[in-house]
Structures are given as structure tokens and as C-alpha cells.
């Protein structure tokens, strides 16, 4: 056993010693590993980043809540062209108050304005000679905060009676108040804003946001009005109800709904939908005109998108990983014809073949796996990078660096398999004649 123990431990030396000794040529040979294990890691980290990043975004909404848009990414799973959403009926604040009061089954509703099914309404916020970055601009009722299961860190959510009366009071998100009062330490509850072009006062603060919303920008990137303002400052043109009418809306609107305690949500998204269809004067054979999303609906399609995702990236860097493997071979067989003599001789003093196939397949192996560590540095490093400038959010799994550094190992072995065999199967008497 020793013996034995002797020879392996030789057989490994002799492989890094041949590695180590060609430098270039080893650089080259795993140039295509590295490419490709730096493809795998680095793709990894933003892709799982972001998706955790977004399913807390999207469990954020609260596993109750449902949400009637005009359309929505729910309505381009299904097949619909954009020509056919695009001509429907806009949402109205006069919907929302009709399932309020025909659908037994809510407990509150709130119009959301300025997002869904169309472009947000994005405005900057003033404080003194200080600015934020464009911001969404919410116009909601008093619900928005208990509807979204939002918390506030400072002050409190503005009233039903400041929404009647159309009272300029603001609550800001994290990066609102960030970029306009946390630097100076100074309380923002009670100071006067503007937005746009009117001024608030600051009433309340949320509190920061799980989930991220994009390259340089956050869940955490807006701030709330109520809805009356909202309408008096940005317009409101989705007033018309019926099929093909107020299709020009320039004002992007979401309705959220909560059921009432103990209802199960598919009665209540029933009840909703009967509403809507009555108010849209649809037929019994004709769809829906309006998306009903929920969390477990929106989780389930990300789902879809996430896993072909991965599969995508698995596919691109598996061709870069196989090129890579391809130069593997490439080199070995070069190093088999250069090393005829060496094996000859190591044949000759009693060396088996299986000893020979070892230690091609080690040297291999040694390569692609020393390729795998520099692709899984590299494509950390480039993770890192990428959330340092732009804020996107990163995550480095345990399992990324192992499936990195299997495939790299995997890929030597395989394409290192044939210039091994043909190196073990050299015959010792003409392997000593080769020049």
C-alpha cells in the first residue's frame, strides 16, 4: 500500500512538475476554461442576485393582495399581442369604487396612479438647494400604506380627509429622504418640499424596501401623494368606462385590493372580475380587457423567466467551456508527440499503463482546474465590480464555485481522456526510437 501511496504521489509531482515547467502553453490551454468559468460565476452572481433581489420585491406586495392593472406582464404570457392590449379600456378611480362597494368579499381598495400599464410618472424632489434623482410619483388613497404592507419609520400616512381635501402632503421613500435630509441629520417630518412643481409638506417616511428595481435604481425610488393632487398637478385623462374608449390615457393606474379576512382570494379575485366584466360591458364569450395579478401569479411567471435564464447561460458558457476543452486536447497531444522518448524510457524502467494514463489525465486536469480558480476569482471579482458601480444586486452561492470548479475538472478529464489513452498505449521499444 505504501508502495503504491509512493507511486501516485510521484505520478502527481511529474504532472505539476510538467505543468508548472510550460507556462505559456499551460496559460493558453486554459485561457478558453477561464473564459468560460468566469462566464458561469459571474453570470451566476447578478442572475441570482437579482432574483432574489426581486422575489423580495415581489413577496413585499403581501401573498393577499390583488392587482387589477389594463395590462401587465401576466398579459404577454398569455399570448396577447401589444396591438390588442394596448387597445384596452383604461382603468378608472370610478372602478375602484365600485368593487369597494359591489364586491362584498374587499376589505379596503386603493388607486394606485402613476404605474401600471403604462409609463410611471417620474418627477425630482426639492429641499432647499438640494435635489433627488427622478423619482415615481404616486397619487394613492389612505390605504396605499396598509394595502402594500408598508411600514413608516418616521411620521405617518396621510387620511381619507387630507385625500377629500386635496391637502399637499408627501411621504417619501429611502432614497427621497437619503438624498434630501439623512446627510444633515435633520428631521424631515413637518419640512416643505417640492415636487415637480408644487410644494408639500413631508408627513412620513418609509422605511426601506427589500427588492431592487434596475440598474442605478431602487424599490425605494418614489414617493407618495394623495391621489386628488395627483390628478390636480399630473391630469387626469382615464376617466372614460367602456370597451375602446380612454384608450390615450396618458396616466399609467393600478387598483390594489385586499380580501376580507377568512375569504379565500380565488372568491374574492371572482368577485372582482365579475365587477370589472359588468363595467366594461363584456360578454359572456368574450376575456377579460384588464389583468387580476397576484403574488403567487407573478412568482410563478418570474419562475418561467428565471429558469430559462439560467438554462440560456448554461448553454453559452458550456460552449466557451467546450472550446476550452477542445484547446485541452489540443496541447496534450502536442505533449504526448514531444514527451515519446520520456514515456518510452518510463516504460522501459517498468511503468504500466495505467500509471501513464494517470498522469496525463492529472496533468489535465491540474490545468483546467488551476483555469477553474481563476474563473471563479474573476467572475467574483466582476460580480463585485458590477454592484459597486451600478448598485445591482449580487449573490455568490457556495454552489456557483463548485459547479465552476466540477466543470473545469470535468472538462480535463474529458478531453484529456484520448492523448492519455494514446500515451498509455505507446509501444516502449518505438517510443525509444522516436526523434
Known amino acids: 500500500m505504501g508502495l503504491r501511496l509512493g507511486l501516485l504521489s510521484e ?3 511529474m504532472a505539476f512538475d510538467t505543468v508548472l515547467g510550460n507556462k505559456l502553453r499551460s496559460a493558453l490551454t486554459v485561457l478558453g476554461v477561464v473564459i468560460g468559468i468566469t462566464s458561469i460565476v459571474g453570470m451566476t452572481s447578478m442572475i441570482r442576485g437579482f432574483d432574489e433581489s426581486l422575489r423580495d420585491s415581489i413577496r413585499s406586495i403581501g401573498p393577499n393582495i390583488i392587482i387589477i392593472q389594463r395590462f401587465g ?3 404577454f404570457t398569455s399570448g396577447a399581442e401589444f396591438n390588442t392590449l394596448i387597445k384596452r379600456p383604461n382603468l378608472t378611480v370610478t ?5 369597494e362597494e359591489q364586491a362584498a368579499s374587499i376589505q379596503l381598495v386603493d ?3 402613476g404605474v401600471g400599464g403604462g409609463p410611471p410618472t417620474q418627477d425630482r424632489v426639492f429641499y432647499r438647494d438640494l435635489r433627488s434623482k427622478l423619482l415615481i410619483v404616486f397619487g394613492t388613497t389612505e390605504n396605499f400604506a396598509e394595502g402594500t404592507q408598508l411600514n413608516l ?3 405617518r400616512f396621510f387620511t381619507g380627509t387630507e385625500v377629500q381635501h386635496r391637502s399637499n402632503v408627501v411621504v417619501l421613500g429611502q432614497t427621497a429622504y437619503q438624498a434630501l435630509f439623512a446627510s444633515s441629520g435633520t428631521d424631515p417630518i413637518g419640512k416643505t418640499v417640492r415636487v415637480g412643481a408644487e410644494r408639500f409638506t413631508v408627513i412620513g417616511v ?9 440598474f442605478g435604481s431602487s424599490q425605494d425610488d418614489f414617493v407618495v401623494i394623495p391621489y386628488t393632487v395627483y390628478q390636480r398637478q399630473y391630469g387626469m385623462r382615464a376617466v372614460s368606462i367602456g370597451r375602446g374608449r380612454g384608450g390615450g390615457s396618458l396616466v399609467a393606474i393600478q387598483i390594489a385590493a385586499v380580501p376580507r379576512e377568512g375569504v379565500p382570494q380565488s372568491e374574492a379575485i371572482a368577485e372582482v372580475e365579475r365587477v370589472m366584466r359588468i363595467r366594461h360591458q363584456l360578454r359572456l364569450d368574450e376575456p377579460n380587457d384588464f389583468d387580476v395579478a397576484t403574488q403567487d401569479a407573478i412568482l410563478g411567471l418570474w419562475d418561467q423567466i428565471s429558469q430559462a435564464t439560467f438554462l440560456a447561460l448554461i448553454v453559452i458558457s458550456s ?3 467546450m472550446v476550452g476543452g477542445i484547446g485541452v486536447m489540443a496541447i496534450m497531444s502536442i505533449s504526448v508527440t514531444e514527451r515519446t522518448r520520456e514515456i518510452g524510457v518510463r516504460k522501459a524502467l517498468g511503468a504500466r499503463r495505467s500509471e501513464i494514463l494517470f498522469q496525463f489525465l492529472t496533468e489535465a486536469a491540474f490545468l483546467t482546474s488551476l483555469g477553474g480558480i481563476l474563473g471563479v476569482i474573476l467572475g467574483s471579482a466582476i460580480g463585485w465590480l458590477v454592484h459597486l458601480v451600478t448598485g445591482f444586486p449580487i449573490s455568490l452561492p457556495w454552489w456557483s464555485y463548485a459547479i465552476g470548479l466540477g466543470f473545469s475538472a470535468s472538462v480535463g478529464i474529458f478531453f484529456g481522456m484520448w492523448p492519455a489513452v494514446k500515451a498509455s498505449r505507446l509501444d516502449p521499444i518505438e517510443a525509444l526510437r522516436y526523434e
Open 73 to 75: 406582464p401576466l398579459s
Open 95 to 99: 372602478d375602484a369604487k365600485a368593487i
Open 11 to 13: 505520478v502527481i509531482t
Open 319 to 321: 460552449i466557451a467551456l
Open 153 to 155: 419609520v418616521a411620521g
Open 206 to 214: 418609509f422605511e426601506k424596501r427589500p427588492g431592487v428595481g434596475g
Open 111 to 113: 388607486v394606485q396612479l
